[in-house]
């Protein structure tokens, strides 16, 4: 029972009315049933967390993941990862990149760009049968667009440099 020497503003309302202000401890209880969680500032979550929602909508602004920790994706079972973008997906990696799989299939439908300023190998190795690197164009050889393959090294005119193009 509520006696009439506590006024109405000082009370927590189910209704939203009167909210919470500071700091709340639940004295170790959980929170359940929460419908919408609104925070306008960081959410900071310490240990495991789960989020059990399929779809993180980012309309008020991006979602980043970061700190000095490894990130992990992980699927169990049969699962995909899959990333889509609608304009780009970029990789800024300082280290090293590693693609431990067993099948890379790259699908482009425009130019493709593979730029190192150190040496670029393509190599297959530890093959137990004869294996092929192949460079192949196959477009259509009645249209102008067919111009085989281009191998290129160019010196850019400096008189003590010499390019070649082994063919072993």
Excluded: M, Y
């Excluded at 927590?12 to 609104?38: E, K, M, P, Y």
């Amino acid at each position: 029972r509520i006696g009439d020497t506590i006024e109405g503003g000082e009370l927590i309302r189910a209704d939203g009315t009167v909210q919470f202000t500071g700091n709340q401890s639940h004295g170790g209880h959980n929170i359940i049933n929460v419908n919408d969680l609104d925070v306008d500032g960081a959410l900071d979550v310490d240990g495991a967390t789960t989020l059990d929602q399929t779809t993180i909508v980012t309309a008020d602004g991006a979602f980043s993941v970061s700190g000095s920790n490894n990130i992990g994706l992980t699927t169990t079972g049969s699962a995909d990862i899959n990333l889509t973008s609608a304009d780009k997906l970029e990789f800024s990696i300082t280290g090293d990149c590693n693609w431990d799989t067993t099948t890379v299939d790259w699908d482009n439908s425009s130019t493709f760009d593979l730029t190192s300023v150190g040496n670029i190998t393509i190599e297959t190795s530890g093959a137990t049968e004869t294996k092929t690197i192949l460079l192949f164009n196959d477009n259509n050889p009645t249209s102008e667009s067919f111009h085989g393959i281009h191998l290129k090294v160019d010196a850019q005119d400096a008189s003590n440099c010499q390019n070649n193009i082994f063919i072993e």
